[in-house]
């Protein structure tokens, strides 16, 4: 079973992933393509990073 703080960080990992992604369409938009494919980038990493660390840090 997931303990509850799991939920919680996965829950605040995904608020800060959805605006950071918010912000890499907005710069999508303003034709700064490069800037916008790094900030996906960083919103990607800082999703699947801590979550990769907190299953293989049980083992």
């Known amino acids: ?3 509850v703080e799991y939920i919680v960080l996965i829950v ?3 608020c800060v992933a959805f605006y ?3 912000y890499g369409i907005w710069t999508w938009k303003k ?3 490069l800037g ?3 900030i996906f980038l960083v ?3 800082s999703v699947i990073l801590p979550i990769y660390i907190l299953i293989f ?3």
């Open 31 to 33: 034709r700064n393509r």
């Open 43 to 45: 919103a990607i990493i």
């Open 1 to 3: 079973m997931i303990p």
């Open 36 to 38: 916008a494919v790094m």
């Open 20 to 22: 950071t992604i918010s």
């Open 12 to 14: 605040f990992l995904l």
């Open 57 to 59: 840090r049980e083992v």
